[in-house]
């Protein structure tokens, strides 16, 4: 699998190569600037594009809007947006229309290569990876009136899980249940919350956090 990477930091730069190498990706370009990283998208053609949220000039949100056109204007490059805080705005306008093909974790998350590299070859196959701490902030936040109260705990891991970009084989893994069982909670979820049911993964997780941004 084919990576372009985009920070500032060469120290990160070159300790995320390093870190994507051993897992087995390829890496065939680096970048300092959003710019720059467009250009080298648009010469390689990877599998997928990691790049940090704040980089030169302002060090604002040019690495998400370097994210967003390189979704438009190369809609088969997966992208993985890596960011210091959890900023779940940054992580919602990013998978706003389609959660296929793209990720959104914490810098931390790098430190465990194999959770890392899984997340991004998920991406890359055309799945969702969306951080864990962030999931656990939209699920976790207070409403006056919580719809999300209903369910049970299980069914908030199973959902949590399903917002990352899980499938049901490693939500089954995870939770050490079986494939069934994790159906009958997905059932139960969509149920309860009133979402449409679907068998496609991205359109599951688009289905989930369109959900909880509307309960915003």
């Known amino acids: 699998m084919r990576i372009v ?5 060469m ?5 995320l190569v390093r870190l994507l190498e051993e897992a087995g990706f390829d890496v065939v370009a680096q970048s300092g600037t959003a710019d720059d990283l467009l ?5 390689h053609k ?6 940090d949220i704040r980089i030169p000039p302002t060090h604002t949100d040019e690495g998400l809007r370097a994210a967003q056109t390189i979704r438009e204007k190369h809609p088969d490059v997966g992208v993985v947006v890596l960011s210091a805080h959890v900023e779940p705005g940054y992580a919602m ?13 914490l810098k931390d998350r790098v430190s465990d290569l194999e959770e890392f590299a899984g997340a ?3 991406v890359g196959e055309g799945g969702s990876a969306l951080d864990p701490t962030v999931v656990s902030e939209l699920v976790g936040r207070r409403r006056r009136e919580d719809p999300l109260e209903g369910l049970t705990p299980r069914e ?3 959902l949590e899980a399903m917002a990352e970009g899980r499938s049901n084989a490693a939500i089954a893994g995870r939770l050490f249940v079986t494939e069934r069982a994790v159906e009958k909670h997905v059932t139960s979820i969509f149920q309860k919350l009133r979402l449409p049911t679907s068998d496609e993964n991205h359109r599951r997780v688009l289905a989930v956090l369109q959900y909880l941004r509307s309960l915003e």
Do not use: F, K, Q, T
């Open 5 to 9: 990477l985009a920070d500032d930091s």
């Open 11 to 15: 120290l990160l730069r070159e300790g």
């Open 39 to 43: 250009r080298h998208v648009a010469m």
């Open 46 to 51: 990877p599998d997928v594009a990691i790049v």
């Open 93 to 105: 306008e990013l998978l706003a229309d389609n959660a296929e093909g793209v990720g959104y974790l």
């Open 120 to 122: 991004v070859r998920r």
């Open 156 to 158: 908030r891991e199973v």
